[in-house]
């Protein structure tokens, strides 16, 4: 995982870098690796040289990063979009039907 991290922080430095399709996944293994509550996946973890510095870094950086909402905040005011919605595409399926 850490090495995954590594290699792809690696090729971002590069011009036109692009983050390597599989750190989703990486991010992902390392969160349940991390939730783990068995004793032998808890040791092996503190023995993981590095293991530390990246829980705390990288991954708390890119879970941060994963958590933020996209596309802003929502709409506060749904009903007037749904309005203007139906405003929009009155009579859209009418017209289909005229072509059948």
């Not at 971002?12 to 870098?17: E, N, P």
């Not at 996209?70 to 009155?90: K, V």
Request: charged share 35%; with cysteine; hydrophobic share 30%.
């Amino acid at each position: 995982i850490i090495k995954g991290y590594k290699a792809n922080a690696e090729g971002l430095k590069q011009k036109k870098g692009m983050r390597k399709g599989y750190v989703g996944h990486l991010t992902i293994i390392a969160n349940k690796l991390i939730s783990e509550t068995q004793e032998i996946v808890i040791e092996a973890l503190k023995k993981c040289k590095g293991w530390a510095d990246f829980a705390n870094n990288e991954l708390e950086t890119q879970n941060a990063l994963e958590g933020k909402q996209l596309g802003g905040p929502l709409p506060t005011n749904i009903d007037s979009d749904q309005e203007d919605f139906d405003r929009h595409f009155q009579g859209f399926d009418d017209e289909d039907e005229d072509d059948e």
